[in-house]
Nanobody, 122 residues
Framework: QVRLVESGGGSVQVGGSLELSCAASGAIWRHCAMGWYRQAPGEERELVSYIDYNGATHYVDSVKGRFTISQDVTQKTIYMQMNRLKTEDTAVYYC????????????????WGQGKMVTVSS
């Protein structure tokens, strides 16, 4: 089994910063990518960012220039530094991992964390 453990998040005022991290453990024989989704109240889940095994990154347009994803591949841990936070960033953030699939496809990640709340207040 694969386990994802998230940490970080919390509450901050507009313009502030927070960091999320996610550590994976368990039976991982193919590491394609890890990243983050978020879901705001009443909204659909949204892909925020991911980083593949080789370090290539992807960001949704709304966070480009404000969020930075990084990783320690040997520790199977990712980090997301979130700067200049806005009220619309308020959501539960979920770590996801594209591990052990026949093909690499982050959009169909099989492994998920429990979620971390990020609240940005004005």
């Amino acid at each position: 089994q694969v386990r994802l453990v998230e940490s970080g998040g919390g509450s901050v005022q507009v313009g502030g910063s927070l960091e999320l991290s996610c550590a994976a453990s368990g039976a991982i024989w193919r590491h394609c990518a890890m990243g983050w989704y978020r879901q705001a109240p009443g909204e659909e889940r949204e892909l925020v960012s991911y980083i593949d095994y080789n370090g290539a990154t992807h960001y949704v347009d709304s966070v480009k220039g404000r969020f930075t994803i990084s990783q320690d591949v040997t520790q199977k841990t990712i980090y997301m530094q979130m700067n200049r936070l806005k009220t619309e960033d308020t959501a539960v953030y979920y770590c996801a991992a594209d591990f052990n699939g026949r093909i690499c496809d982050f959009a169909n990640s099989k492994y998920w964390g429990q979620g971390k709340m990020v609240t940005v207040s004005s």
